[in-house]
Structures are given as C-alpha cells and as structure tokens.
C-alpha cells in the first residue's frame, strides 16, 4: 500500500508541520473538550468520572469566545462523546452527531467522514461570505473498520481508513478554494487580533 495520507503531506509541504504534539488524555470526551476550552481535564472536569459527565456552564467554550467576536460556526461530529453528550456543541449555532448507543447491541451505524464533509459543503455554501468556523469530528479510523476488504488484517484495514479521511480533507479544501476561501481563510479564522482577544477572554 502506498501512502496513506497522500494529500495531509501534499498540504504539510506549504504549511507549519509540528513534528511533536500531545493531547491532554487518551480518550474522546476530555480531549476534545481540552481542544474546545484550552483547559485540562482536571479544570474542566468533561470525562473524569462517566460518559456522561457534561461541560459546566461556567466553562466558556472556543466557539462561544468566536460567536462574540461575529463568527457564525458549525459542529459536525460522528462521535457523541466529543459533542451533545459531553456539552460541546454549546455555543455552535449548528450542530449535527451521531446518536450515543445506550445498551450492549445498540450501536447505530457508524457515521463516515465523507457524510459529514457533504454536509459541510451546505453549510459552507450557505455562510461562505461571512467569517465562520468549522469543526469536523470524524470517526473513521475507529473500529468498525469499513474500509478495504474483509480478508485484510486490521492493521491494513485501519491504514484503508485513514486514507480514505485523506481523500475527504481533500474534497473539503478544493470545495474551499473553489469558493477562494481556503488559504483565506486559514489566515483570517484565528488572526493576531483575535488570539488577543481569546487569551484576555480566557483571563477574565
């Protein structure tokens, strides 16, 4: 198999790559609210003790700091955990995730990537002229593997996962520069002046 993430180096090669990066748990629910919040999970207390533990509303979220500041934004998630079950879609004007399985033989189908990125594509054509951010949470590379063939090891079958990922971070940035907002707009979504305004938020 050749590379798997063919486009994520296409795009590594006219970007900032950052060789060493770390996440503030090994699981879903407090890392991806440590991503929302700037907080550890010792702080914001998402996933110390049940699934269920929710974000308290005294914790203010990034998307929450951004609809302040103008930005209209989106949540898109095919992982409970890192959205409504955790309290992480407060603050996004949109929001769409998959359904928490709630007993042994109860999981829905797993949600791919490229269903999010088509509806993105709505969501992006409906508010491309205004300043807007966008979170996507894929589940691809998570188990059930639904890519390559049945016969193939899992380790095989993971890799077919994350390159088909590839395939649609790929379809979401053409869809973007098609619309002359993706270099654009990577300059403009988090500016000097709004990182500023973030940081002082985050002190008050």
């Known amino acids: 198999m050749g590379p798997v993430s063919p486009f994520l180096d296409q795009l590594a090669q006219?970007?900032?790559v950052f060789l060493n990066s770390y996440t503030a748990a090994s699981w879903t629910k407090p890392s991806a609210a440590s991503l929302l919040t700037s907080l550890y999970?010792?702080?914001?207390?998402v996933g110390l003790h049940s699934n269920?533990?929710?974000?308290?509303?005294t914790v203010r979220t990034l998307?929450?700091?951004?609809?302040?500041?103008?930005?209209v934004s989106a949540h898109l998630s095919a992982n409970p955990l890192g959205s409504t079950l955790s309290g992480l879609d407060r603050g996004f004007d949109s929001t769409f995730t998959a359904r928490f399985f709630e007993a042994a033989g109860d999981r829905p189908p797993k949600i791919r990537s490229?269903?999010?990125?088509n509806k993105a594509f709505a969501w992006i054509d409906q508010h491309q002229s205004e300043p807007f951010f966008l979170y996507i949470h894929a589940m691809?590379?998570?188990?059930?593997?639904?890519?390559?063939?049945p016969e193939?090891?899992?380790g095989a079958r993971y890799e077919a996962e994350v390159l088909f990922s590839d395939a649609q971070i790929r379809r979401l940035h053409e869809h973007l520069a098609a619309r002359?907002?993706?270099?654009?707009?990577a300059r403009r979504t988090l500016s000097h002046d709004m990182l500023e305004r973030l940081r002082v938020a985050r002190l008050c």
């Open 14 to 16: 006219s970007g900032v």
């Open 41 to 45: 999970p010792q702080t914001h207390g």
């Open 52 to 57: 269920t533990d929710a974000l308290p509303d």
């Open 63 to 71: 998307q929450q700091h951004l609809r302040a500041n103008g930005y």
């Open 114 to 117: 490229d269903v999010l990125v």
């Open 140 to 149: 691809d590379s998570h188990t059930p593997y639904l890519a390559g063939a």
């Open 152 to 154: 193939d090891g899992a």
């Open 180 to 185: 002359g907002t993706a270099s654009e707009r």
